[in-house]
């Protein structure tokens, strides 16, 4: 398993998911150039994905859907209310259409959709099961609700939205009414409350957390990443805490296992 924030915030999402021989985009928000090159960093190209699943229209969600489409012939799952509000996005080749709720199969993985309350036609996090465990993918969220906390339970990796501090948004630039909106429960969720949903979900098999969709001006990913820190310990959790950015990919998770693993093999070769 490899998970990666290709980026994370409110210019541009994209998620790279690995699991059971399957790769796949949640989310493609960078232009397909973009995309490309930050795939370069994991020693990867757009030929190597296998398809992409779309959380809601948001053009930072879903500006490189359809080059990437079209271009690499990748199949696309979306909702079919949010592919109707997406008139723009062209023909896709292997358009998959699905309702918020629904379960689906691709390849050997089992994809579960789950509605937010974000404020998009008809948004959805996903989870991803697989022989390799459960992953679960859960941004601009609105509130959190008991159906996204039943949805996000058991997960070896999840990626959980933390845009803004609260006195940061109150006490930040933003005009009153986005603040409004921000806040709302159609807007995107705070560190507390995605602090409340880790405490919900946090669990000892949960081995990284990623942080999502950091506000650049009404958030620290180093507030963010302190304060699941602590909140992990106290849930006795050991999971890697893995904040994501705009400007560049993050860490991997899993990916050091498997230099590591390169290493050890490479030294039994030379030591041989
Ligand atoms: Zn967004
Ligand atoms: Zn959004």
Redesign the pocket.
């Known amino acids: 398993m490899r998970v990666c924030l290709l980026a994370s915030g409110s210019r541009g999402n994209s998620t790279l998911v690995e699991a059971d021989d399957s790769r796949l985009l949640i989310d493609a928000g960078l232009s397909g150039k973009e995309t490309e090159r930050r795939l370069a960093h994991l020693g990867l190209c757009c030929d190597d994905l296998d398809a992409i699943l779309v959380t ?1 229209e ?1 053009h ?2 879903v500006g490189g859907i359809g080059p990437l489409a079209r271009r690499h012939q990748l199949p696309v799952y979306i909702d079919s209310i949010t592919c109707s509000a997406l008139p723009r996005l062209g023909k896709i080749p292997q358009l998959h259409e699905f309702n918020a709720g629904d379960s689906f199969s691709f390849r050997n993985l089992l994809i579960s959709s789950f509605s937010t309350t ?1 404020d ?1 036609v008809n948004p959805v996090g996903f989870t991803i099961e697989s022989q390799e465990g459960k992953i679960g993918y859960a941004t ?1 969220l609105g509130m959190p609700t008991r159906l996204i906390a039943e949805s996000l339970r058991q997960c070896r990796v999840l990626i959980l939205e933390a845009n803004h501090d609260e006195q940061m948004l109150l006490n930040g630039t933003y005009p009153w009414a986005l603040k409004q909106r921000i806040r709302s429960r159609h807007g995107h969720l705070s560190n507390m409350e995605a602090h409340r949903l880790l405490n919900e979900v946090g669990w000892p098999g949960l081995e990284a957390l990623f942080l999502a969709h950091l506000s650049d001006e009404n958030n620290c990913s180093n507030l963010v990443s302190t304060l699941f820190h602590q909140a992990l310990q106290q849930k006795g959790c050991r999971a890697e805490v893995i904040v994501g950015c705009q400007a560049m990919i993050s860490v991997c998770f899993g990916s050091e296992t498997a230099a590591v693993l390169q290493e050890n093999s490479h030294k039994k070769v030379t030591e041989l």
Do not use: L
Request: hydrophobic share 15%; no cysteine; charged share 30%.
């Open positions: 809601h948001h930072d969600h974000h998009a601009d």
